[in-house]
């Protein structure tokens, strides 16, 4: 930091008129009759939004660049040119009928930590980064966190290239199309740290009464394909024993999955989201139905017990039922807790400038959760009302952003100037 005295934290305030007028300036690019916004990853109107967020960073002195998958880096150089930068940010991509703030609310708070620095005429020791992530949501080319994923080295860039949306449009044809597939290879560099401020997209926070959630880390998930097989057969003729139906035993699976996530408490989560039934005819027993399970737990051993439980009391129902039962196990992902010295620093901003909080696991994936594969990383959250995102009425309040903002910009601040380790941990190995 500039200067020989830092000043209270209390004393640097963001302005929280200007963040809401961001965000609201950022809604009007996609916005949905309904009040949301329709901002598809690498579409038009995602092009919209990057050139707008690139314009308003070159505004407030920050040079952009931009990765082979479109991730975008807004820097402000820091006094201490050997120092790796501090990085936050979220994304700008929406569901097809998303809401206003889900990621917006992440990169327009980074943004305003930069221009308030500025008024301050603040420098900090390392160099920041605001972070635009593409295409978060996996809405268009169905996968989620694929520029975070792809920087972290989950996903292969090549494969993730030739990902197709419903058009047939590849990930790579439309980098190409919106002008944002950067000369920078995407992968990971000597970072200090990430920090994300996000909406809780779940109703815990409001629930509570609390201002800001202290997210420790992110849980672990099992996801499958399920196909049970019995036969087609007329609803008329056919005698209970005679009868293998196929729906009979998804039905139960279905149960099942409930049983087995309330058996595990409030930490427990577990969806069966999606069924296709064949023939889907109302007088024919049904031969086939198609259907996915999904648990998520904050421990690891816990989602590795259900990994064995689950497909073995899924069978005994099939068996019961005379179905044939095939269980596809398509995604493990493991717990991921965030950097303790980063939550920490969000834990203790929070704390000093009199919010309320509560510690939360995130239920939800994030491009943080992989970030922090590499990087030191914490998450901050704010209420969003009634719990609902994924929805066009997804709302929060001015103050929900402010508050979020302002702890995000303390975190930022103390990592920046001085609080980091240089022990060159959060440089990833090459
Ligand atoms: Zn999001």
């Given amino acids: 930091m500039d200067g020989t005295t830092t000043p209270a934290a209390t004393n640097r305030r963001i302005d929280g008129k200007r963040l809401w007028d961001s965000l609201m300036e950022m809604a009007a690019i996609g916005a949905t009759p309904k009040g949301g916004v329709r901002r598809l990853a690498l579409s038009g109107v995602d092009r919209e939004g990057r050139d707008r967020f690139r314009a308003l960073c070159e505004a407030a002195g920050l040079r952009v660049r931009v990765d082979g998958i479109g991730n975008m880096f807004a820097r402000r150089e820091g006094t201490d040119p050997g120092r790796p930068p501090v990085l936050f940010g979220s994304h700008l991509d929406s569901q097809p009928s998303g809401g206003k703030f889900d990621g917006a609310l992440g990169v327009m ?27 978060e949501e996996g809405a268009r080319f169905g996968r989620s966190l694929m520029g975070s994923g792809v920087w972290a080295g989950v996903y292969d860039p090549a494969t993730v290239e030739t990902a197709q949306d419903l058009d047939g449009t590849t990930v790579g044809a439309a980098l190409d199309a919106i002008g944002y597939r950067g000369t920078e290879p995407a992968r990971p560099f000597p970072a200090d740290s990430y920090f994300e401020l996000h909406i809780e997209q779940g109703p815990i926070l409001e629930r509570e009464g609390k ?30 024993d005679a009868r293998r139906d196929a729906l009979v035993c998804a039905a139960r699976v279905v149960d099942l999955v409930d049983r087995m996530m309330r058996a595990r408490g409030d930490a427990g ?135 979020g903002c302002q702890v995000l910009f303390e975190a930022v601040v103390a990592r920046a100037c001085g609080m980091a380790d240089h022990s060159g941990r959060g440089v990833p190995q090459r």
Avoid at 231 to 239: E, R
């Fill in 269 to 403: 989560r577990g969806t069966v989201g999606q069924m296709q039934v064949l023939p889907n005819s109302r007088n024919v027993i049904p031969g086939e139905v198609r259907f996915t399970a999904e648990f998520r737990h904050p421990d690891e051993a816990e989602i590795g017990r259900l990994a064995v439980q689950f497909p073995r009391e899924a069978g005994f129902i099939a068996r019961d039922c005379g179905v044939r039962l095939e269980l596809t196990e398509l995604l493990r992902m493991p717990a991921q807790p965030f950097d303790p010295a980063c939550v920490d620093l969000v834990r203790q901003a929070s704390a000093r400038l009199g919010y309320s909080t509560r510690e939360i696991v995130s239920g939800a994936g994030h491009d943080a959760v992989y970030v922090a594969r590499h990087v030191p990383t914490a998450m901050i959250f704010t209420p969003c009302k009634d719990g609902l995102s994924h929805n066009e009425a997804e709302s929060i309040e001015p103050g929900e952003a402010a508050a």
């Fill in 109 to 135: 708070a980074g943004l305003e930590v930069m221009r308030t620095l500025d008024d301050l005429g603040l420098r900090t020791e390392a160099p920041l980064e605001l972070v635009n992530w593409t295409d």
């Fill in 211 to 240: 201002q800001l959630g202290v997210v420790t880390g992110a849980q672990a998930q099992v996801w499958w394909d399920l196909v049970a097989t019995g036969q087609d057969s007329h609803a008329g003729t056919t005698p209970p």
